[in-house]
């Protein structure tokens, strides 16, 4: 499986973007993850095959939203009240199976499949 993240770009703190991650074929589970500037890689919520479950890390604090459409292979993450914290290039991870509750996929390692990634940077 490929992936491609887009959507990633400049807004102002409090504002809104939409990521998309397009995937080759169907997946498992997909995970979003980010990497600020000079800090490690960190989960950032993740979204069950069919939708039914997701996870999200506290720092979230409902300020995203993950959602996927599978008749086009398509997992999007709705950022709002963004903060300059939030800074930090957005990669999305596909699992090759699905065999755990969704909790326990919020580590790079439990992910088989990585896009590129697209940057976010949230600034005055």
């Known amino acids: 499986v490929q992936l491609q993240a887009s959507g990633g770009g400049l807004v102002k703190p409090g504002g809104s973007l939409r990521l998309s991650c397009a995937a080759s074929?169907?997946?498992?589970?997909v995970g979003w993850f980010r990497q600020p500037p000079g800090e490690e890689r960190e989960f950032v919520t993740s979204?069950?095959?069919?939708?039914?479950?997701?996870n999200y890390a506290d720092f979230v604090e409902g300020r995203f939203t993950i959602t996927r459409d599978n008749a086009k292979n398509m997992v999007h993450l709705q950022l709002n009240s963004l903060r300059p914290e939030d800074t930090a290039v957005y990669y999305c991870?596909?699992?090759?199976?699905?065999?755990?509750?969704?909790?326990?996929?919020?580590?790079?390692?439990?992910?088989?499949?990585w896009g590129q990634g697209t940057l976010v940077t949230v600034s005055s």
């Open positions: 991870a596909a699992s090759s199976h699905a065999v755990r509750g969704i909790q326990y996929y919020d580590t790079p390692g439990k992910f088989h499949y």
């Open positions: 074929g169907p997946t498992y589970v």
């Open positions: 979204i069950s095959r069919y939708g039914g479950n997701t």
